[in-house]
């Protein structure tokens, strides 16, 4: 290689916040995904997919950087000086596409959509530029009742992936209370969008920074390991305080099914919300009536429970949201325990597809962050992960290819066409090249045909190889009873006619 040849060639290197995906990572996800379409599909929602690319007025507000509207997405003008942005999340998109096609949808319009959204945010560890979602949302219903049921159908969605009763909790919590809070602090109006979307961002960081760091970031801001600081919503003392008191003490409810009220705890010594303030009121009313319905459908505080500390950190939610959060623990990388936390949120918001038509439209949903719930259930070893890789092809081994490459071709066809998956191999290794390649792909099982097989003197024959059992083969002891069966098993040289049923007994044999 020269010296031109050496300056010119480009690192293969990943961009920071992304990742790439093996076969083994995408049967797992799409296991994952169908249970989970199973349950939106039971409860009644159906599809829907809208595209990667909005234009960005769709999308929301954001804010200026250097003339470009991408403070927390990707964007880009196209050839009309348009601005567009890749989609952030999949419920700005469905909002568009409700008020778009609002007309023709049965209302309420209850669908699903999973795919791939993307945040121009700092990575770090869990934290991706490119992740998938798969929601479900009923759009035109402004019942307490669809926020009660879309919590009930995330709890459902958990325990089909196998997530044991115990070890999650749907959390439930209403923007209104902490609403309230912050229009008597002084945060009400449209004036204080920015500093309430900051007071939000930083409770729902809550788990992961405790009180210290939360109250750090109501007030100044913040700086993190790392150095980098993170600036802070500017509050005072006294009104971050009145803020955490509100996440701290919350609401306590007696309902339980059994009717009952609910009250603002501690509202009077701690100074949190006062007693009268109308939005907190009614936020407390459709909180205790969520927790009425799904009591009464079964469903108890071990599987869905108020907690005051949810906010989601976007500002459209207009009322109940939601937090699904894994409560077990697993090792982490340095053997000390970790809990997963939250793998999916949604709540109600009324407000996105009014930005479109100009009256209220009452909508709620959930989403589930797909790669963060796989890495659980591979924590947890669910079956479902673990039997969702499928087995590689029959490969079908090359070994004279100059003249008989037409042979082995008619083998694999042969069995492509009985419905078997195979390959022929196409490198350049010999026999022991190529065996190694099958268990590299995974493979069941290997065909093998030289020229002893294709001039038997009884007629043309194939070898059948067993790769599972010719690895056990391999760490068999020769003194052992069985080792003499286990070879036979291993490898058996049958009629080119007996080829697809030989070859199905083995991928049989190891698949049941």
Known sequence: MTKEQKTAL????????????????????????????????????EAVETP???????????????DRPNEGVFSFKDDDERWLS?????????????????????????SYRAGWVFRNEKPGPGRYRQFMQFDADTVGASSPAADAEICMMAADCLEALGIKRGDYVIKVNNRKVLDGVLEAIGLGGEENAGRRLVVLRAIDKLDRLGVAGVRALLGPGRKDDSGDFTKGAGLSSDQATQVLNRIAFGVRSDVGGRGGTMVIGNATSQGDLPLGHDLGIQGISELAE?????????????????????????EYYTGPVFEAELTFETPGEDGKPIRFGSVGGGGRYDGLVARFRGEKVPATGFSIGVSR???????????????????????????????????YQRLVSELRNAGIAAE????????????????????????????????APSGRQVVIRDLVLGAELAKASKDRADYLELRQRAQQTVPEAELVARVRDVLDRHRG
């Open 10 to 45: 480009v690192t293969p290197e990943l961009p920071r916040g992304l990742i790439d995906r093996q076969a083994a990572d995408i049967a797992a996800t799409e296991a994952m995904m169908a249970k989970i379409r199973a349950v939106y599909e039971l409860y009644g929602f």
């Open 86 to 110: 890749l989609r952030y999340d999949l419920t700005a998109p469905l909002a568009r596409y409700v008020a778009e096609n609002y007309e023709r949808l049965p209302k309420p319009y209850r």
């Open 424 to 455: 022929l191999y196409l490198g350049e290794g010999g026999m022991n090249a190529q065996l190694k390649y099958a268990d590299r792909r995974g493979s069941l099982c290997a065909v093998i045909q030289g020229s002893n097989e294709r001039d």
């Open 52 to 66: 990667f690319i909005e234009y960005t007025e769709a999308l929301g507000k954001f804010l200026p950087d250097q």
């Open 290 to 314: 969520i927790e009425r319905l799904v009591r009464v459908s079964g469903y108890g505080d071990d599987r869905i429970r108020i907690d005051p500390s949810v906010v989601r950190g976007l």
């Open 373 to 407: 719930l796989l890495a659980a259930l591979r924590a947890i070893k669910s079956p479902i992960v673990g039997a969702a890789l499928k087995a590689g092809p029959v490969v079908v081994v090359a070994l004279d290819r100059k003249d008989h490459m037409a042979d």
